[in-house]
């Protein structure tokens, strides 16, 4: 069987390194009798030590990992469900390793572009995948409006001033 270490580096979204993050990692047990099927590998805090760490002893499966506490003045990431496949070389005598990847639950290859899950390299003939885990400053809320926004403020604004103009012209000419 073989075993590997997922190292992540807790980053920022212009890829500035992080302290000051907890982290656990659970992985899938389809005969637990708990609601929650999922039981704790281990658990990782950055709040002394750099921003990269390591989870040991992994093997293929499903797994969740859960940022328990984010970096000061930015949001947690969201819980993130994976599965680590990994593809032997199943006929040799000394079966190897021959490719390594990230999934998300439906077996869509997780990409590097990945919002907050960004995997860096799969080392496959290491067994030693680099991930950066992302984490943003700022509202939770998603940004809305854009264009449209811009466009009411300007028919409002219009209004006020036909308004003005209306009043102050209704006047002129109501006191003749």
Excluded: C
Excluded at 13 to 33: E, H, P, R, V
Excluded at 42 to 62: I, M, P, Q, V, Y
Excluded at 129 to 137: A, L, Q, R, T
């Amino acid at each position: 069987m073989f075993t590997f270490e997922l190292n992540a580096t807790k980053v920022d979204s212009s890829g500035t390194q992080l302290t000051g993050a907890k982290f656990s990692l659970y992985k899938w047990n389809k005969n637990s009798t708990a609601d929650d099927k999922y039981e704790l590998v281990e658990s990782f805090n950055t709040e002394n030590h750099a921003a990269k760490f390591t989870f040991s002893g992994l093997d293929a499966g499903r797994y969740k990992l859960v940022e328990d506490e984010a970096p000061d003045t930015y949001n947690k990431m969201p819980d993130k469900e994976f599965k680590i496949v990994a593809v032997h070389d199943e006929t040799s005598d000394n079966p190897q390793l021959t490719e390594l990847k990230f999934t998300d639950l439906n077996g869509t290859v997780i990409p590097s572009t990945d919002e907050y899950f960004k995997v860096q390299s799969t080392n496959s003939d290491k067994g030693k995948p680099e991930v950066n885990i992302v984490n943003y400053k700022g509202s939770e809320l998603p940004s809305t409006g854009g264009m449209g926004t811009v466009i009411l403020y300007a028919l409002g604004g219009a209004f006020v001033v036909a308004a003005g103009l209306w009043f102050g012209l209704r006047r002129r000419f109501s006191n003749r």
